[in-house]
């Protein structure tokens, strides 16, 4: 019999790096994670999702309201101040590295949010099998990791094949919002998005506006810092047959 797989068949948009946590993030995943963090059954890896497992949204969160998802929350600041600002809606960041998952939790539990989850997997996985069909009113990707060496493009997230991925997670009319730092990538994601059928643009011109729901960051400061102009994108799902 052959000897069963022991990683992803598809290359992963991060490298999980096992940085060690501050005191008060370790205490954080003791003390918060039964309140924020899902438990994933796992399949080949640390971070996969098993193709059998489902997210119940209405158990997790105890009520029926819009879904948004993040992915690469990152330390967390976009989601929970939405989170915050927008307490009839229900928030999932997706994270693979834990002292930002930490982060996460902490903020959101000093803010008093109680309508966000996190969930440390893979976002392809997340997205393609884990939650339920048609779950998502929106999917956030900010600042995803632009792997700008072209040796490493094959890592980048929004490549050939993401589309599928995403417009399963989301609602018909649901809206995948994106922001990147590099033009090169910016690029990459609209040649990929403008030619899936499952996707049609929500924007007028070359970029959309900047998306104000979106917190500013330290990160985005940075990158405006040394130069590089944020571009925003906004596409919709297609109704489904």
Do not use: C
């Not at 019999?1 to 501050?22: K, L, Q, Y």
């Amino acid at each position: 019999m052959p000897e069963p797989r022991t990683f992803r068949d598809e290359p992963v948009s991060f490298v999980r790096r096992s940085g060690r946590m501050s005191e008060a993030q370790e205490r954080a995943f003791a003390e918060l994670a039964p309140q924020y963090l899902l438990e994933v059954p796992r399949h080949v890896a640390w971070t996969s999702v098993h193709p059998e497992a489902r997210m119940d949204p209405v158990a997790e969160y105890g009520r029926q309201a819009p879904l948004i998802v993040e992915i690469g929350s990152g330390q967390g600041h976009a989601i929970v101040s939405a989170a915050s600002a927008r307490p009839d809606d229900d928030f999932l960041a997706v994270e693979v590295f834990r002292a930002g998952l930490a982060r996460t939790m902490l903020d959101a539990d000093k803010a008093g949010v109680r309508n966000l989850r996190l969930v440390e997997a893979n976002a392809p996985e997340v997205l393609s099998t884990y939650l339920p069909e048609g779950a998502a009113s929106e999917v956030w990707i900010f600042f995803s990791d632009p792997w700008h060496k072209k040796r490493h493009t094959k890592r980048r997230l929004i490549r050939p094949g993401f589309g599928d991925a995403a417009a399963r997670a989301l609602a018909d009319g649901g809206l995948l919002r994106l922001a990147t730092d590099w033009e090169d990538y910016a690029l990459q994601m609209v040649e990929v998005l403008d030619a899936e059928p499952l996707f049609e643009r929500a924007f007028e011109g070359e970029w959309a506006e900047r998306f104000e729901g979106r917190v500013m960051t330290a990160f985005e400061r940075k990158g405006i810092a040394k130069g590089r102009e944020i571009r925003d994108l906004v596409y919709r799902r297609r109704p489904r047959a």
